[in-house]
């Protein structure tokens, strides 16, 4: 076994490429516009784009000169994808693909999308990247307790974790228990798993009985799904690791878009491999320096499916200025959910992520909860049902009604509406083993 008994080290900024990750500004822009004129022709190979781009008298990469000119590429959208299922953005020989891959489907009907075999050298590269900056290395054992499959979370770190050198355990989610076991005989360090999964996991451990000492655990990755600062913090105090925020979408490739580095302020998004705009999505027009919109993606490190300004519905902002490890890659704020998961409660607009913040900062409640909308008569009704934290007991009705009374009144604070709050036993609310499903909205869809 690989020994990774050493005390905590403070951050060493160690770089996976050093040139790539601190190239200054012009050297990056000029490196993205040789890579968008080059995804371009890519592009123009697909049948969706032929007739997207039609119009747009861009008939090569080279008729873009200048990044300027992105502006003069119509967005893509996910409902694009689904029309052009299931090659409509294919743009090499099918017999050059090697893989596919399909995002969750969280909002619909899943997206395929497709990899050469450099594509996959390129996306490994990104996700090993992002590993390296928050200061892991070959001395590691990995358990990745994500979705394998058409998920690309499974094989993407799977594959970063092996190029980093790491051991990487092949676990996939679920059967904690399993999870211990394995955390224990392999001494396993790192973990990758959906926030709400390693709440879970802490849980379990406590249900179980299962020591923290007799576990080598030192950092995790958490992402494929929305979580707040709290969340983070809860799951770094609780099981005494350091959390690093992971994003990434199936549309540009998986894991290795944005990640945190030892700074843990903001992800840096692989400008090399993405460009990025941030727009409101009503104007459609860039948002101003630091103002939260709808992130766009193009992808400039695929070959066999490109996406052009691609909008990933998903709210984040640019923190503005240089951060402290060296890198050059501009951050982003943490992804606070999607545009489109804003629930409207009697006319006021809610976001599960408002919800979230304060049920996570308060120590009354566990590690879960669930948002649940319902019809009441012509009126929406809210009710927000969390796990009671580890020091309340259930057979105290008066402690109870005062819990409940706070966490309403906190909620109501923050989102304007009274919600009712129902308290659960721990380990009550249901858990899911890919991205938790934290919204039950039960309202008749078409009224
Ligand atoms: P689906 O859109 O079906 O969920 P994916 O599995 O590709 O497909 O998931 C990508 C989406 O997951 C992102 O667009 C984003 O909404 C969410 N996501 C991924 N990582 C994070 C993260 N770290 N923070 C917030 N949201 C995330
Ligand atoms: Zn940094």
New binding site residues.
């Given amino acids: 076994m690989p020994d990774t008994s050493s005390s905590p080290k403070p951050p060493s900024f160690q770089y996976w490429n050093r040139a790539m990750e601190t190239m200054n500004r012009a050297e990056l822009e000029a490196w993205q516009l040789s890579r968008l004129q080059k995804t371009l022709d890519y592009s123009l190979r697909t049948p969706f784009y032929k007739e997207r781009l039609s119009g747009t008298g861009i008939k090569s990469g080279n008729d873009i000169r200048s990044l300027d000119d992105l502006k003069k590429i119509p967005f893509t959208t ?1 409902h694009d994808l689904r029309d052009g299922f299931p090659y409509g953005f294919l743009s090499i020989p099918l017999e050059d693909v090697v893989r596919l891959h399909a ?6 009907t ?2 395929t999308i497709y990899f050469s075999a450099e594509d996959i050298k390129r996306w490994t590269g990104f996700v090993a990247r992002s590993i390296f900056a928050t200061g892991c290395n070959k001395t590691d054992v990995f358990q990745n307790m994500i979705t394998y499959g058409l ?3 499974g094989l993407g770190f799977h594959s970063g974790g092996e190029e980093v050198g790491m051991l990487v355990i092949p676990s996939g989610p679920g059967n904690t228990t399993r999870q211990f076991r394995l955390m224990q005989d392999f001494g396993t360090t790192v973990l990758h798993a959906t926030p709400s999964f390693l709440l879970h996991v802490e849980s379990k451990m406590r249900e179980e009985g299962i020591a923290r000492e007799s576990l080598r655990l030192r950092k995790a990755f ?6 707040s600062e709290d969340t983070r913090l809860r799951i770094e105090k609780l099981l005494n690791i350091d959390v690093y ?7 540009m490739n ?2 290795g878009v ?1 990640f945190e580095c030892q700074c843990k302020n903001g ?1 840096h998004i692989w400008e090399d491999g993405y460009i990025a705009e941030i727009i409101n999505p009503e104007t459609l027009e860039p948002v101003r320096e630091g103002e939260t919109g709808e992130l766009v993606l193009t992808i400039l490190c695929r070959e066999a499916t490109p996406i052009l300004r691609y909008r ?3 709210l984040t902002g640019f923190i503005p200025g240089p951060c402290a490890c060296g890198r050059t890659h501009r951050r982003l704020r ?5 545009s489109d998961d804003m629930l409207i409660i009697n006319g006021v607009n809610v976001f599960p992520s408002q919800i979230e913040e304060v049920v996570m900062a308060m120590h009354q409640v566990g590690n879960n909860y669930l948002i649940v909308v319902e019809k009441e008569g012509s009126l929406d009704r809210l009710t927000v049902k969390v796990e009671v934290g580890q020091d309340i007991f259930m057979d105290d009705s008066r402690l109870l009604n005062a819990v409940r009374d706070k966490i309403a009144k906190t909620l109501q604070a923050s989102i304007t509406i009274n919600p009712r709050v129902e308290l659960h036993e721990k380990g009550a609310l249901p858990v899911s083993e890919g ?1 938790a499903v934290r919204v039950e909205d039960k309202r008749p869809k078409d009224v």
């Fill in positions: 996910k995002s969750s489907g969280t909002t619909g899943p997206t998920f690309t979370g958490a992402g494929a799904e929305p979580y925020n992971s994003y990434g979408l199936s549309e998986g894991p944005a992800l990933t519905r998903d943490r992804i606070t959910g999607r991205k």
